[in-house]
């Protein structure tokens, strides 16, 4: 039934313009499933490794279909992703490349799904999958290694928890997002746009938080339910010779702690990811002890969506939410896995986009399969808007 019949490996564009691999698993009863990687920039120590396109498809090629074709069932991911694992042999997918990996383990889920006449978010949330949506977090502005000569922190991120459905967030979203364009037009400050579709504005995080903060309390009284805001600070990508650098000089690990937990307070933060370092599992406790109950502090570069470093995180109280990124561990069922730890502790879940993408809309479908709190997934672009529709249309039944 869902047995593979075959494996076809290619290079496309993702929307940095770089080439990815793109993955069509057809089964023997021909269903098809059709998935691209991701792929970063802001990218954890910790991530499972992507190599150059065309290298990764030819080790796939050479390893991984052959042990896929004829035997594995599409339907029994656990058996793809197994197979994929043992085709590679090591522990970070170097050999075949996780962005071969996560092409073929998200097609290979899309194909049993087709086979099986079931939607995708259906068949990888199976019968008993919670009903719920999750709450699109929108980058609005942006800068760190997503856009030059602009902001220090990396994302600003409109956050409409108050909205009554999934597409009045959406939309919300991209109010915010035109409100602070309009912004930008009335103080005459030219911002073009960065790597995810946000503002990339020459001004420094002071002026970004006011303008945000702005934006967000004036799409709220517009639609009528709350819109917080959040932030992705990559600060592992600030961090260096022992302290975080920003434009105006560095914060000692004590004054980065101190600095966000007083932007939780000011602005009422809704989110922080990765406010420190990646190493610095017991600033995140420290920072996670102070304003853990009054916002979300999250692990990405912390985390890398690995099984074994959220387990550290857990055991020394470091963030109460994890960034989920299957391109980062390499497989749907490993990201599977990193999910329910995570929600058997109590650490919510945000399924997120990289900053380089393809129209792919596989973490739209995984958002909601597995009932996730948060999706991260941009506000306007093209390859964000192909997950954001595709939400739209999975709340409408549309699938
Ligand atoms: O840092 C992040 O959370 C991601 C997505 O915004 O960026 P990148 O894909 O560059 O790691
Ligand atoms: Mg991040």
Same mark, same amino acid.
């Given at each position: 039934?869902?047995?593979?019949?075959?494996?076809?490996?290619?290079?496309?564009?993702?929307?940095?313009?770089?080439?990815?691999?793109?993955?069509? #698993?057809?089964?023997?009863?021909?269903?098809?499933?059709?998935?691209?990687?991701?792929?970063?920039?802001?990218?954890?120590?910790?991530?499972?490794?992507?190599?150059? *396109?065309?290298?990764?498809?030819?080790?796939?090629?050479?390893?991984?279909?052959?042990?896929?074709?004829?035997?594995?069932?599409?339907?029994?991911?656990?058996?793809?992703?197994?197979?994929?694992?043992? +085709?590679?042999?090591?522990?970070?997918?170097?050999?075949?490349?996780?962005?071969?990996?996560?092409?073929?383990?998200?097609? +290979?889920?899309? +194909?049993?799904?087709?086979?099986?006449?079931?939607?995708?978010?259906?068949?990888?949330?199976?019968?008993?999958?919670?009903?719920?949506?999750?709450?699109?977090?929108?980058?609005? !502005?942006?800068?760190?290694?997503?856009?030059?000569? +602009?902001?220090?922190?990396?994302?600003?991120?409109?956050?409409?928890?108050?909205?009554?459905?999934?597409?009045?967030?959406?939309?919300?979203?991209?109010?915010?997002?035109?409100?602070?364009?309009?912004?930008?037009?009335?103080?005459?400050?030219?911002?073009?746009?960065?790597?995810?579709?946000?503002?990339?504005?020459?001004?420094?995080?002071?002026?970004?938080?006011? &303008? !945000?903060?702005?934006?967000?309390?004036?799409?709220?009284?517009?639609?009528?339910?709350?819109?917080?805001?959040?932030? @992705?600070?990559?600060?592992?990508?600030?961090?260096?010779?022992?302290?975080?650098?920003?434009?105006?000089?560095?914060?000692?690990?004590?004054?980065?702690?101190?600095?966000?937990?007083?932007?939780?307070?000011?602005?009422?933060?809704?989110?922080?990811?990765?406010?420190? @370092?990646?190493?610095?599992?017991?600033?995140?406790?420290?920072?996670?002890?102070?304003?853990?109950?009054?916002?979300?502090?999250?692990?990405?570069?912390?985390?890398?969506?690995? #099984?074994?470093?959220?387990?550290?995180?857990?055991?020394?109280?470091?963030?109460?939410?994890?960034?989920? $990124?299957?391109?980062?561990?390499?497989?749907?069922?490993?990201?599977?896995?990193? &999910?329910?730890?995570?929600?058997?502790?109590?650490?919510?879940?945000?399924?997120?986009?990289?900053?380089?993408?393809?129209?792919?809309?596989?973490?739209?479908?995984? *958002?909601?399969?597995?009932?996730? @709190?948060?999706?991260?997934?941009?506000?306007?672009?093209?390859?964000?808007?192909? $997950?954001?529709?595709?939400?739209?249309?999975?709340?409408?039944?549309?699938?």
């Amino acid at each position: 039934m869902t047995r593979i019949s075959s494996v076809s490996l290619r290079r496309v564009l993702d929307s940095r313009g770089n080439a990815t691999v793109e993955a069509d #698993v057809l089964t023997d009863s021909g269903g098809f499933g059709r998935a691209a990687a991701p792929s970063g920039a802001s990218t954890g120590e910790y991530e499972a490794i992507e190599l150059p *396109a065309q290298e990764a498809i030819a080790n796939a090629r050479e390893h991984a279909v052959p042990r896929l074709v004829d035997t594995v069932y599409a339907g029994d991911q656990r058996a793809v992703d197994n197979a994929l694992r043992a +085709a590679d042999g090591t522990d970070n997918f170097s050999e075949i490349g996780a962005n071969s990996a996560v092409a073929i383990s998200m097609a +290979a889920a899309k +194909a049993g799904a087709d086979t099986l006449g079931a939607p995708l978010y259906q068949h990888l949330g199976g019968a008993f999958r919670g009903d719920n949506f999750p709450i699109p977090l929108g980058n609005v !502005v942006g800068g760190g290694e997503h856009a030059k000569d +602009a902001t220090d922190i990396q994302e600003f991120l409109s956050a409409p928890v108050g909205a009554p459905s999934v597409e009045e967030a959406v939309f919300a979203n991209a109010a915010v997002h035109a409100a602070i364009g309009d912004i930008f037009d009335e103080r005459e400050i030219g911002a073009g746009k960065g790597d995810e579709g946000a503002w990339a504005p020459p001004i420094d995080d002071e002026e970004a938080f006011e &303008i !945000v903060d702005e934006a967000v309390s004036q799409v709220a009284d517009e639609v009528g339910f709350e819109i917080k805001f959040g932030l @992705d600070m990559a600060a592992a990508e600030m961090y260096e010779d022992g302290a975080y650098q920003y434009s105006d000089g560095e914060k000692s690990t004590d004054e980065q702690i101190e600095y966000v937990a007083d932007l939780v307070e000011e602005y009422d933060l809704a989110y922080v990811e990765d406010p420190l @370092d990646e190493n610095d599992y017991e600033a995140f406790a420290e920072l996670t002890e102070q304003v853990g109950d009054q916002t979300l502090i999250c692990g990405d570069d912390l985390f890398v969506t690995n #099984v074994s470093r959220l387990q550290d995180g857990i055991d020394a109280g470091a963030a109460n939410s994890i960034l989920i $990124k299957p391109n980062q561990i390499g497989s749907l069922s490993d990201t599977f896995d990193a &999910i329910e730890l995570a929600v058997k502790h109590g650490y919510k879940t945000i399924i997120s986009h990289r900053s380089g993408e393809t129209e792919d809309t596989t973490i739209a479908h995984l *958002a909601v399969a597995t009932d996730a @709190d948060y999706i991260k997934t941009g506000t306007v672009a093209g390859e964000r808007t192909a $997950k954001l529709n595709e939400l739209i249309r999975i709340a409408d039944d549309a699938v």
